[in-house]
T-cell receptor, first 118, second 117 residues
Framework: AQKITQTQPGMFVQEKEAVTLDCTYDTSDQSYGLFWYKQPSSGEMIFLIYQGSYDEQNATEGRYSLNFQKARKSANLVISASQLGDSAMYFCAMRDPLMGGSNYKLTFGKGTLLTVNP | SAVISQKPSRDICQRGTSLTIQCQVDSQVTMMFWYRQQPGQSLTLIATANQGSEATYESGFVIDKFPISRPNLTFSTLTVSNMSPEDSSIYLC??????????????FGPGTRLTVL
């Protein structure tokens, strides 16, 4: 089974600065996918970014980028130029094959609460 | 992505009663899932909702407690039966297999915040 570890329960960052949220994973699969989601206090889960194990470049989506270090089994999320609206819980997740292998569920880490200070 | 709605958005219920949560997507999807998020915790998959057949439940979750229906490719319901205060959680539906996006990327509804007294 896949395992996701997020060791930072909470992080603080000043507005306009960059912040890195840590995520390490454990899997025996050669092919896997990693996801980051944002959960504001409203409760919805917002998909941010995806990294595939065979992707040669680190994923980027606007102000979000993923620092993917395969040998270290880490997939850290970098948020550049933080904004007050970035304050939220951030979850790292890995796809986990369902029975039959052609579809996937998500296994989530415990999350990191990011607070952006003005 | 798609527009995913859930009803109700929140509810306060008495123990021993049941609540049915609806999830509606504005386009056909291959997969629909139901997750539970207990207070201060991460998300845990309850079950995969299968169109036209019985849902597939994860370890620790049973059909009698969490019956699920999925009559078509855009709609699913989750019932939380015989509720106790321990069922107080956010319940989220998610979908995967949207046209034009990775099949393993899940998009979530806004969640249903349930409090059981």
């Amino acid at each position: 089974a896949q395992k996701i570890t997020q060791t930072q329960p909470g992080m603080f960052v000043q507005e306009k600065e960059a912040v890195t949220l840590d995520c390490t994973y454990d899997t025996s699969d050669q092919s896997y996918g990693l996801f980051w989601y944002k959960q504001p206090s409203s409760g919805e889960m917002i998909f941010l970014i995806y990294q595939g194990s065979y992707d040669e470049q680190n994923a980027t989506e606007g102000r979000y980028s993923l620092n993917f270090q395969k040998a270290r089994k880490s997939a850290n999320l970098v948020i550049s130029a933080s904004q007050l609206g970035d304050s939220a819980m951030y979850f790292c997740a890995m796809r986990d094959p369902l029975m039959g292998g052609s579809n996937y569920k998500l296994t989530f880490g415990k999350g990191t609460l990011l607070t952006v200070n003005p | 992505s798609a527009v995913i709605s859930q009803k109700p958005s929140r509810d306060i219920c008495q123990r021993g009663t049941s609540l049915t949560i609806q999830c509606q997507v504005d386009s056909q999807v291959t997969m629909m899932f139901w997750y539970r998020q207990q207070p201060g915790q991460s998300l845990t998959l309850i079950a995969t909702a299968n169109q036209g057949s019985e849902a597939t439940y994860e370890s620790g979750f049973v059909i009698d407690k969490f019956p699920i229906s999925r009559p078509n490719l855009t709609f699913s319901t989750l019932t939380v039966s015989n509720m106790s205060p321990e069922d107080s959680s956010i319940y989220l539906c998610s979908v995967a297999g949207l046209a034009g996006v990775r099949t393993d990327t899940q998009y979530f509804g806004p969640g249903t915040r349930l409090t059981v007294l």
